[in-house]
């Protein structure tokens, strides 16, 4: 399983020493949620703190847009260079467009599906993206509870992959820990993404990195 902290949960009055302290705790991505107050309610971070985090970052940044003007959030974030760019399937009319834009500007293109929605609703758009990640919270928080149906739906997105893209990364997030990362992994999930569960670890982030690492 590779592993991608948001950095949601973390200090932001340290946020230069959180992002040190789980790259070198050998993160596999820096998941990075950005949120503009009107797709979701509540509101992160803009392009000068990820700035900043791209520079204390030795592992590559993926970033989740839970905005409204996807297209606009693109050409902010596009600079720095991410490794991953996800947008909501929810919130784009043009998502197959979008895609092609990400990938044109050399960023994988990620599609994200909140809890309700079904992977047929993107079969169409699998060739055209490097990852689909399935929210298992509704967006907006961090520290909220796993939906488990999103297991039920993993294992259906990955029958739409094999046929379609067979190479497509699947990522799940929200509501991650120890708990449940075998029941992740058994149904067929790559990257896992975890807030409250790394950076509240009793034991810091290192251990709690390790063992989401299954
Ligand atoms: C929720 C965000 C998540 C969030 C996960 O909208 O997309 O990345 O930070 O936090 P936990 O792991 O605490 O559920
Ligand atoms: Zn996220």
Redesign the pocket.
């Known amino acids: 399983m590779l592993v991608a902290p948001?950095i949601?949960?973390a200090d932001f009055g340290n946020l230069a020493k959180e992002v040190e302290a789980i790259c070198k705790a050998e993160c596999d991505f820096v998941?990075v949620?950005v949120?503009d107050g009107h797709f979701?309610p509540n509101l992160t971070i803009g392009p000068v703190v990820v700035e900043a985090v791209a520079k204390s970052a030795t592992k590559p940044l993926d970033i989740?847009l839970?905005v409204e003007d996807n297209n606009f959030f693109v050409d902010l974030f596009a600079p720095l260079k991410p490794h991953f760019i996800s947008f909501h399937i929810e919130s784009e009319r043009h998502p197959n467009r979008l895609a092609q834009k990400i990938k044109n500007l050399g960023i994988h293109p990620a599609i994200v599906l909140n809890p309700h929605t079904s992977p047929s609703q993107i079969e169409y758009l699998l060739e055209y993206v490097d990852m689909v990640l399935l929210?298992s919270?509704n967006?907006?928080?961090?520290?909220?509870k796993f939906i488990p149906n999103v297991l039920e739906k993993a294992m259906v997105l990955k029958e739409f992959i094999l046929k379609r893209n067979p190479n497509c990364l699947i990522e799940i997030?929200?509501?991650?820990s120890n708990k449940n990362i075998y029941a992740i992994k058994n149904a067929g999930v790559d990257i896992a993404?975890?807030?409250?569960?790394i950076f509240k670890h009793p034991k810091g982030v290192k251990e709690a990195i390790n063992s989401l690492k299954v």
């Open positions: 948001s949601l949960s998941h949620d949120m979701v989740h839970m929210m919270v967006p907006g928080f961090g520290g909220q997030d929200g509501g991650v993404v975890a807030g409250s569960y």
